[in-house]
């Protein structure tokens, strides 16, 4: 595909470890060596067959959808499910570009299912500038210099100072910590219930519990309010502001699925339907697995914005 300038390789650099690359071609070039680095890493990436997905996918978004600029988040590795870092790479769409975001976000999905050890998240232009000027925490800290990778220097970017990208954090994590604070004491709720009479509010405080977990780290790590009681819902959008938590409450065995459902119906039914059953039997394991996921949600933040 040509660019608009009718080039097949747009003009900019793309960046990783130590090296840079005027062109997408030679980038190409290097790619095809097998000589691709990690990022601020001189190891070489353990499976050149990972790195391949990975480069191709950049490479093949770069020449058909001209970005401006293209940052990556790298990540832990996944509990229980994948070996080595978990990306995410922001897209942002230059202004000028006629984008229909509904049209490509299918694309991107695709690009992930893939390749599960990654992600792409599209953003324009005028909205992170608007971000960036106006201080806003989640583009202060994800769209840096450091995260760059592409760049077809059409615009420069008003970037926060350490000290400034600091405070950010701070305040994030002071944030988040009232927030789960409010989570912990619903699990605190549930386990008097449980405890006293095993009344079916013990059931949706556990969810409430979950939910309000879930949509803190959503909101204070991805910058956006996800309003929705569905936890699968929820879970997904998790996974790509914080995969580490991928082992609260997975979905991958029967009685992992059972655990889920149980939540989820209660957030209704619990409350309104008069032959509601209390799941006795399966009360102490969701207890336990609320429990890990607050435990695991602290462990999470504190990660990322302490360090």
Known sequence: MLNRSGIKYPPGKVFYSNTEFHTCKEWCNFISTGKLKRMNCEAPIESISQSGSLQAIIHLLVISIVPSKIFMMEHSSIPNEIT???RELLVVLPSSGNHKFTLMEPIMEL????????SISLYAECKVM???RNGEWFYSLYFTEDNLIYDDFSTTYPLPDKAQSLEMKNNLLTCFN???KKAKEFLEMAITLYKQSVSPLCVFFLHQS?????????QYLGGYEKRTHN???LKKQ????????????????EEEKSGMEILENAYLKARYDDS???????????IKEVNHTLVTACQTMNKKLVG
């Open 84 to 86: 080595g870092p978990y």
């Open 111 to 118: 690009f992930h299912h893939k390749n599960r050890q990654l």
């Open 238 to 253: 998790l996974l790509r502001v914080a995969p580490e938590m991928n082992n609260c409450f997975q979905v991958e065995t």
């Open 231 to 233: 936890l699968g819902i």
């Open 210 to 218: 979950v939910e309000l977990c879930f949509r803190s780290v959503i």
């Open 130 to 132: 608007e971000g960036l």
């Open 178 to 180: 009232e927030s789960i």
């Open 276 to 286: 509601y059953e209390v799941p006795v039997l399966q009360l102490p394991l969701l």
